[in-house]
């Protein structure tokens, strides 16, 4: 999923409030995002988000993964894309991870033996 969007007034717009953002795919199509936690690391920005819907079975068919994305300059506005960096987005991942730790279960890459 290659998703951006301008953060921002867009939430505001469709009523959402400051904690919601509409993200529009590749394929023109809009979903809404609750956002979960903002991190500053270093000059970098990142969002954790998760599904908004008013329908219970979307939610119920979230896989329970957090969207996480990078606030990016592109022609002189902020946009929210994906990392695309696996390092830096592992990085991101357990430090998200760390701090929502209390309110979402984080699956382990590792086996236990």
């Not at 908004?52 to 969207?67: F, K, R, V």
Request: glycine residues 6%; negative net charge; hydrophobic residues 35%.
């Amino acid at each position: 999923m290659d998703d951006k969007k301008r953060p921002g007034n867009e939430a505001e717009e469709n009523g959402f409030g400051d904690n919601y953002i509409s993200l529009i795919d590749d394929d023109g199509v809009e979903s809404e995002y609750r956002v979960i936690d903002t991190l500053d690391v270093e000059d970098d920005t990142y969002v954790a988000l998760e599904p908004a819907s008013d329908d219970p079975a979307e939610y119920l068919n979230w896989d329970g993964n957090l969207i996480i994305l990078k606030v990016v300059e592109e022609d002189g506005e902020e946009i929210l894309a994906m990392i695309e960096d696996e390092d830096e987005l592992d990085e991101i991942y357990d430090i998200f991870s760390g701090r929502l730790a209390d309110l979402y279960e984080f699956e382990d890459d590792e086996e236990e033996d």
